[in-house]
């Protein structure tokens, strides 16, 4: 490795170019540590690159800004020309786009705002960079997390010189392809602007993370450049803002004087845009909504349960009633029925065949006892055998109710309650004994509970398929309505080329067609403005 050029001391080299090699270097004159740039062996016998490479000296050592690398000294080793300039920290912006750092939206403005006033101060002191790409922007970080720039490599810069005429022929391309302006592409004039259109590209990469032309090829890709527009970054990017939005497709125009005119102007619009966006970020934001969808099967739900319920309880406690009161009469027929038919053998003693009776009844019946009682109380005849001969003990309670001589009574067991019916046997008007019946309640609860459980059972399948039914209406109603508020979002932000374009022939068709014809007349109204701008 070579271990001087000139006076400076060679460290080690730390890049390599087509055209040059970049070293570290020790100035002992000063004692300083700085970047030593030197024209390749190669391209000094090219008179064009030497003139090139020495321009960059002479365009850059006539400016002194902290955002554009300073120079410090200029001058021949061995025949090759070479260039002493400040030593950079950081790292170039194509390597950090690369890597795994992704910058935010505030950082990429402070960059632009950089860019911006640097590229503005070379304007002004005649110096058009003409190959603004990430490359040739170098970043450091600090401790605090602030980003700080310098742009590099002025090799092709123009110098506003009336003595020397500099014009790029058309087909002699200066520059990196992707990076170049459209009238740089067909050989025409260059000014600041054109350095601006660079601008814009950087932008649209750093935001979108793609290229904005994606030609597979230079020639290609060159008329892309001055002939297409780029995917609009609100297409790419959802809620982008539509100050910056607008800030990137003026940088992006193809005509020149449809741009920013200086780079002030641009960093007055970054600094413009990034208040709006700060300001935008401090708004309250809009109290959360429930879905429309969800409102309405809530309260549909709530209405069919509450609906359905009290429906429920009715029906069941009119069932109750009715089945209780059928109990009751079948209590008392049977009661009747029992004692008319023992009359005869009570009157005649026959105390086997009233037996025989009560066993053959309770035989097919579900009933808690039955006992047949003759006129001294003893019981005759039970549905069990134990109790026969025994005397008869009857309720002390008031009876419940009395129906044709029936006395009726209602006791409470674990399992539930018993009806007791006591009925009178008559001979010739005369009483003779009694009927004592027992029926549980036990069978007609669980007819009863068997009944509220299908009805609960039907409550829920009918509440299901109308809160299903509820939502899905109110999703198809949702569904437009969202669509429409996404559009209108746009419009805020801005974006007046959004159109929807989903058909519906229905109103919320012919709310479609409203907005989009009301998008394209905004979006008329802007383009006239910008032309006028």
């Not at 070379?122 to 190959?131: E, L, M, P, Q, S």
């Not at 040739?136 to 020397?164: R, W, Y």
């Not at 790029?168 to 170049?180: F, H, I, K, R, S």
């Not at 020149?256 to 619009?269: C, M, S």
Request: proline fraction near 4%.
């Amino acid at each position: 490795m070579i271990e001087h050029i000139g006076r400076y001391r060679i460290i080690e080299e730390i890049g390599q170019g087509a055209t040059a090699i970049v070293y570290k270097a020790h100035d002992p004159k000063i004692d300083r540590t700085l970047a030593i740039k030197v024209l390749r062996k190669e391209k000094c016998i090219d008179a064009e690159y030497r003139r090139r490479f020495l321009r960059e000296s002479k365009a850059a050592g006539k400016l002194s800004h902290p955002n554009i690398v300073t120079i410090y000294d200029v001058g021949e080793y061995d025949d090759q020309p070479y260039i002493a300039m400040e030593l950079l920290p950081g790292s170039p912006l194509d390597e950090i786009m690369k890597s795994s750092k992704i910058f935010s939206r505030d950082e990429i403005i402070n960059i632009s705002i950089q860019l911006a006033t640097a590229l503005d101060y070379a304007h002004k002191n005649g110096i058009v960079h003409r190959d603004i790409k990430p490359s040739n922007i170098v970043c450091s970080f600090s401790d605090n997390g602030s980003t700080q720039l310098k742009i590099t490599d002025f090799g092709i810069a123009h110098i506003e010189d009336t003595s020397v005429t500099q014009q790029t022929q058309a087909g002699d391309v200066l520059g990196t392809p992707l990076y170049m302006s459209p009238e740089q592409v067909l050989g025409q004039k260059i000014d600041g602007r054109s350095d601006l259109f660079s601008v814009g590209v950087i932008l649209y990469q750093l935001y979108t993370g793609r290229k904005p032309f994606t030609g597979s090829t230079v020639a290609t890709l060159l008329f892309q450049i001055a002939t297409e527009d780029p995917v609009p970054i609100n297409r790419i990017i959802d809620n982008f803002p539509a100050s910056l939005r607008k800030i990137i497709d003026k940088l992006l125009m193809k005509q020149p004087d449809k741009r920013f005119k200086t780079g002030h102007e641009l960093v007055i619009a970054l600094k413009e845009a990034a208040d709006e966006i700060a300001g935008n970020k401090h708004r309250k934001k809009p109290p959360r909504l429930m879905p429309l969808r969800v409102k309405w099967t809530i309260i549909m739900a709530s209405v069919i349960v509450l609906t359905m319920t009290i429906s429920l309880l009715v029906i069941y406690n009119k069932q109750q009633r009715t089945m209780a009161d059928q109990l009751l009469e079948f209590g008392v027929s049977l009661a009747k029925f029992i004692a008319a038919d023992a009359a005869e053998p009570i009157l005649s003693e026959d105390w086997i065949s009233i037996e025989l009776d009560v066993q053959e009844i309770s035989e097919g019946q579900n009933f808690v006892f039955l006992g047949i009682i003759d006129h001294q109380g003893i019981i005759r005849g039970h549905s069990q055998k134990e109790n026969i001969g025994k005397t008869q003990q009857f309720p002390n309670q008031t009876p419940v109710m009395t129906v044709s001589d029936t006395n009726i009574y209602r006791e409470k067991v674990s399992n539930g309650e018993i009806f007791s019916f006591t009925t009178p046997i008559l001979f010739q008007n005369k009483n003779i004994g009694r009927v004592y019946l027992g029926l549980s309640r036990e069978a007609l609860t669980e007819v009863n509970t068997m009944t509220l459980y299908m009805m609960l059972g039907i409550l829920f399948t009918i509440s299901a398929i109308v809160i299903l039914i509820t939502y899905l209406l109110a999703k198809t109603l949702s569904t437009p309505v969202k669509t429409l508020r996404e559009a209108m979002d746009e419009i805020n932000n801005g974006n007046f080329d959004y159109r929807i374009a989903k058909k519906r022939r229905d109103e919320f068709g012919q709310l479609y067609s409203s907005y989009n014809a009301m998008a394209e007349s905004l979006q008329n109204q802007e383009e006239t403005i910008i032309k006028k701008d």
